[in-house]
């Protein structure tokens, strides 16, 4: 129902920094808590980060000190900013949400319900 729409993938050099968006057209997700995913090929899909409808936020280890998820004034844009991006850090990323509007905290563990088609991350030299 609710179609979550990425952007901001490219292919950039050890080091490198990419700025991920997520937002659903028409749509304002200011009472969701949106989650980025990621899955390289062959691996299964691993949340990285999330935050809640108070700007609450969670990172799992790999992207701690390199990312920073974040969303707008009205909360319908997400944001993950990639700092000094590895090899191992291609992938398809996906944004995700699940409907939470008082929660002041986000979990990486949560089952989202709604995501968008994913954009590829490559970090090459």
């Known amino acids: 129902q609710l179609q979550l729409v990425e952007s901001g993938g490219g292919s950039v050099q050890p080091g490198g920094s990419l700025r991920l968006s997520c937002a659903a057209p028409?749509?304002?997700?200011?009472?969701?808590?949106i989650a980025w995913f990621r899955q390289a090929p062959g691996q299964e899909r691993e949340a990285i980060s999330c935050?809640?409808?108070?700007?609450?936020?969670n990172y799992a280890e790999p992207v701690k000190g390199r990312f920073r998820i974040s969303r707008d004034a009205r909360g319908n844009t997400a944001f993950l900013q990639m700092n000094s991006l590895k090899p191992e850090d291609t992938a398809v990323y996906y944004c995700a949400a699940n409907w939470n509007p008082r929660s002041t905290i986000c979990t990486l563990q949560a089952q989202y319900t709604h995501w968008g088609q994913g954009t590829q991350v490559t970090v090459s030299s």
């Open positions: 028409g749509f304002a997700l200011g009472s969701y808590a």
């Open positions: 935050i809640s409808v108070t700007r609450g936020t």
